[in-house]
Structures are given as structure tokens and as C-alpha cells.
């Protein structure tokens, strides 16, 4: 089944391809899909403070992409994530090979992201 993704249709989306195999409760869940609300400050940080914390930012990238699937992932990453963020979240999915280079060909990434990411 395939359906538009939408603030009103996430929780099932994001239930449909949880993917966690020490899933005990409700919690969990919720937990894991806070995570990218986390990604998202913690991308703002960055732009609005230069303050890059770029191995927390790949941790969660892992977390989520183990238990919602990277494509599930990328996709509510498009929903809940705006203009301003894809420069710098672009970077990060490319050093995990979560997505290719002629992917987001529209985005241009932040050189400062990519010279961090490099020094790993």
C-alpha cells in the first residue's frame, strides 16, 4: 500500500516499517522516533551556531536507519526537515552511503560538514 505521507499519517508510516528487534513496548517506539526531532536540533545547532556535533548526528542517522529503514527514514527526514537543514544533513547521508551522489542533485552541501566529515 502506498500513501502520501503527511503530518497526520507519520505515526502509521513510521509504525509500518519499525523494524526493532528488542522492541518491548510503546516507549520504544516513541524513543526511537523522538530521534529525528533530535537530528533536527540538533541540525539548527549547527546553523545557528556554527556547533557541529557530527558524531551524535551520525549515531542517530545509524539508530534510525536500523530501525525504520533508510528509506523510511529519508522519507520522514523530507517531511519533517526543511530547506535550510538538507545541506547539512546531504553530507552525512553520503559518508553513510544512505543515499548516492546523483541523489538531491538540487542540494548543495556545506563545505564545513564535509571537511569534518572527511577527518573521520
Avoid at 526543511?82 to 544512505?98: C, G, M, R, S, T
Wanted: glycine fraction near 0%; proline fraction near 2%.
Amino acid at each position: 500500500m502506498k500513501f502520501e505521507l503527511t503530518e497526520d499519517t507519520l505515526l502509521l508510516y513510521a509504525a509500518k516499517n519499525y523494524m526493532n528487534p528488542q522492541f518491548s513496548d510503546i516507549e520504544d517506539f516513541n524513543e526511537d522516533l523522538k530521534r529525528f526531532k533530535y537530528i533536527k536540533r540538533l541540525l539548527n545547532r549547527y546553523i545557528e551556531n556554527n556547533d557541529l556535533a557530527e558524531r551524535l548526528i551520525l549515531n542517530h542517522l545509524i539508530c534510525v536507519s536500523n530501525v525504520f529503514g533508510i528509506e523510511a527514514a529519508l522519507n520522514i527526514f523530507e517531511l519533517k526537515l526543511e530547506d535550510k537543514h538538507w545541506p547539512v544533513l546531504k553530507p552525512f547521508l553520503l559518508f553513510l552511503n544512505y543515499i548516492k551522489n546523483n541523489d538531491y542533485l538540487n542540494i548543495k552541501m556545506d563545505e564545513k560538514v564535509i571537511e569534518k566529515l572527511r577527518k573521520i
